[in-house]
């Protein structure tokens, strides 16, 4: 078959390599100009499962090796002394296998991996798809024209498959209340390998070291209305009042607010289609299933649920009208856990009230003095992300372990 993905992040390497390994030709479509790598973008977790399908595509030395290093993490509150802990103690029951790892730097090992055996094409987008008989024509937004055997969206949580197939996405786009701002800026607080989180009530503001030595990332999670994520000015706007009056750092980190040129702001809300396939076009990743940004679990989803949509496909013989519904019967169960965890996780993120907060503080300066199974226990939000894909019968690989 000659399948066309679109989305060159997370899911649509990985479909691209085992779709690859199974025999068959992949074209990717990527809407940047160029990979998007900068200097990592945001930090994801790839949990358990998603791990096992990386290390069977025998990159794990690679996932290990750009792991993030951060030592501490710090909460830091207005009026009282701040609270410091080992980040591997605030982790310890997240996963057995755990790598977090920069998205961009993700990205950037994906694509290696399968650059020389698929065609990527970038700076270019889907304008139109036909379904047919005998395929699915595609036109894209260099007015070039290509016929397909199947056609994958993994496009992200704005995908452009998606409102093709599917019609506009606010259907089934589900707001869960909150927002999500990330930029960089100089590091004046002189960060190193820590991690500090200044929380007040509905407002979070978090600084992470990047890859670039003298820059930090600014991530401001929000309690509010849903943002509008294609306004970058009225984004600002709402940021500045989101954030005013809150101390520390904050009002000298919105001074650089104005010159970030990696501003992004988004509302938090999921994806919750009933199916994400019709006729030869399926989704993957946040396009179809997307827990929502920063509340764990997405990445991870993206990796297995790629996996699974290649697996089913060979175990089918290619027949997608099989396999399409076998690979969402597969994810059904993880795709329901991850859309109960999201809310949970914002709620324990955003604080609602001042009373929150000093439990989250007390939490963290108890947790050292426990037992490590306890620490386990209680770090693993109730099972969370790690746990919903356990589940998930990753099938043995069907074809020999090269491209
Ligand atoms: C700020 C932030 C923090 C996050 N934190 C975490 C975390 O802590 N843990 C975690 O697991 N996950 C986290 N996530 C979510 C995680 O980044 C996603 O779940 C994951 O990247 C999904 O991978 P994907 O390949 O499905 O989609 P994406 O990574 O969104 O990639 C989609 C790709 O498609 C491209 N594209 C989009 N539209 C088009 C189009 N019309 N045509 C062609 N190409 C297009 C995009 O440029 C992009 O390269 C976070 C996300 C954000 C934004």
Redesign the pocket.
Known sequence: MHVLI???????PVLAYWLRRNGHRVTV????PEL?VGDG??????LGPAVEVIDRMGLLPQLEAARTSTDTMTLIRPGRPDVTIEAAQLLAGVSDRHVEIM?GDL?KILYEATREHVTYTFG???EGLREHDGGVDATFSDGTRGTYDLVVG????????RRLVFGPEEAYSHFLGGG?A?FSVPDFVGLAGRVLGYHTVDRAVALYPTRTPGRVRV?ILFRGPRPDHRDPAAQRRLLREVCAGLGWQVPRLLEHLDAADDF?L?GISQIRLPSWSRGRVTL????GY??G??????????VVGAYVLASELAAAGDDHAVAFPAYERAMADAVAASRTIGPSVLATLIPRSELQVWTMAQAMRLLPRLPGFLQRKLTSFGGG?AAMLNGVDLRPPVAPATL
């Open positions: 679109c989305g060159a992040s997370v899911a649509g479509v990527e809407r940047t998007r973008g945001q930090a994801v977790d790839i998205r990205a270019t987008t889907i993994a496009d992200g949580l704005h995908s452009g498959v999500l990330v991530v992004y988004d993957a990743g946040d396009a997307g827990p940004p920063a509340v764990g679990g997405g990445s991870s989803l993206a992300p």
